[in-house]
């Protein structure tokens, strides 16, 4: 049987130990959200949104609370993040990275500049450890549009069939054609843009 | 008798075969794993393993030391510390026809998010639900802790 004095002083302990984990607990336990800047410096925004209202991050390391008392933000620091997000941070995969091969008119043929960019896409492939590639065939707006999207769609084949040697997991190229629906430079019909007549690579 | 059961079941059938094909399409790989890793879609879990497919629905979980990297068709990339629970609820990436959608569900854990093509062509299309608070994503990155419920 427990005397009297032990049991209390089992009641003060954990008075004292709760107390002493409440102000951590506190600081740990918080649901909230921070801004980043990206990797070349460039700032978005987002907005938080909970039942006692909304809040919009503008600035790099600015944070607000997601639970309790939105529109209050706050500067959130560099150690704070590293011991809350040093985990996810350091688990994010390699950003993808775009590239545009360009054709000549009305064909499936590369032009010699775009051609000799061939292998640097094939290294970057290389250079990841399980990467997977989009391919996106376009057309300028020269000539029918149905036979537009049937050129694009050879184009992206055509590119794909380049890195099926160094990603033979078909699962990891996906083909995709936009006919002259998605231009990179705006023009109206029937025009000659070389610009235009293009396969987009991403390798992921 | 056997007549009145045999058109339900054909709808049935059909409704079944519809949904199967609609989780077909592959939305993102899994690029990096540490520790405890699954992946969860209907009934059965699965370690995530790097290079695995992910599919509309799929349910990520990290263990106490695990985290995980993924991207998806547009370029969108998450990272998830140890943890953590995270649930891709919509997703349609077809910016021919304009078709662009990205809900993704934070139960629980930490989650570093950097945008795609989603956000950047439509931004109202892009959010990240969590159990007290939802995130409206206008561009780039950011980090998410949450508590759960």
Redesign the interface.
Known sequence: MMSKNASFKQTRWRALFAASLLPILNACSQSYVVLLADEDGSLGKVSVTNNQGSTVLEKNLEGADLSGSAGQVYAVSQARIQQDFGSALASSPQKPLSYYLYFEGGSTQLTPESAADVPKIIAEIKRRPVPDISVVGHTDTVGDEKLNAALSLQRAEAIATLFTETLPDTDKISIESHGEKNLLIATPDNTDEPKNRRVEVTVR | MIRKLAIPLALCANALFATAQADQT?IG????V?GEATITSAATSVAAK??A?LYLGNVLKTGKDG?????F?D?T?M????D?EVTVDEYLYA??NGELKLVARLAKG???Y???VIAKLKPEAVSVK??????????????????GE
């Open positions: 592959i790989f899994v690029k990096i540490e790097p290079g497919s985290s995980l990297g993924i991207t068709k370029n990339v990272s998830f510390g140890p953590t910016p021919a930490t989650l570093h950097i945008s795609g969590t159990p007290t608070g939802v995130i409206g994503v206008r561009g780039t990155r950011f980090l998410v802790k949450t508590e």
